[in-house]
């Protein structure tokens, strides 16, 4: 009887803890954002049929945007599934990368094509043929700025070259943001091989930022955007040599601390 009742209650005590609760499998890499008219949805990259993906928070589909990817290039990424990002129609918008591998008689290399869309597949902005990664950024005084990397691997050393455009924008009131414990979470895999996630937590009333890569002599050599409902970053490692990396998370006027993470 005793043995019983210590069985009974240790199970009613196992339902005290709160579980992480399964809902879906994606076939494809995804992520979530958050859309004015929509709220929060998931977004994927069907790199084989090449396509963007929205689904509703129920994991019901919602869109397919078509991505027009040349014969030969490679899906890479995609990019600030967004509205009035970048104009102020009422249709999503998004920036997406693809990639060729270019072979040589002694080596190889990388080329890159970027693109910026809306739903219907129309050019929002004619990007330089090379641009392999971009970023929006929150200035102090003027606004938001798009930021466009156009690579050339062709070449020892390989030249880069920073187009910047301005965006629009409408103001927003000063908000004082509580930073304790800000800080980006634990890689995993740590060390990662191809692709490591990092948990991402903004502070409270900030909605987005940056995540930056460093090398060990605090140089930056990656940025990737970042928003209050993402969860965590799904960091693509194929291009960057092994090593040993620092990692941190700008917002706004707002720094966090460092970890490092290593790539093999």
Partial sequence: MRLTLTIIIGMMGMTLFAQPVFEKIYDESASICQLESLGDVYYSMDVINKRCLIYNMDHALLKSIPLPTPEGYYLEDIQYVSEHLFN????????????????????????????LINENGV???????????????????????????????????????????????????????DVTGFSPGNAYPNPGRDQVNIPVTLPDGVHSG????????????????VTGSMGHLQLST???????????????QVQSGVKKIVIR
């Fill in 123 to 177: 050019d929002l902005l004619a990007l330089p043929s090379g641009a392999g990664f971009t970023e929006v950024l929150q200035t102090a005084e003027s606004g938001k700025k798009f930021l466009v990397y156009k690579y050339d691997y062709s070449v020892i050393p390989y030249r880069t070259s920073t187009y910047a455009y301005a965006l629009p924008e409408e103001e927003e009131p000063a908000t004082s943001y």
């Fill in 210 to 225: 940056s995540l930056e890569i460093m090398d060990m002599n605090g140089r930056k050599i990656l940025s990737y955007p």
């Fill in 88 to 115: 102020d129609d009422e249709l999503m918008e998004l920036v997406y990368i693809y990639s060729k591998y270019v072979p040589t008689e002694f080596s190889y290399y990388f080329t890159f094509e970027t693109r």
């Fill in 238 to 252: 194929r291009q960057m040599p092994p090593g040993t990396y620092l990692y941190q998370l700008n917002a706004g």
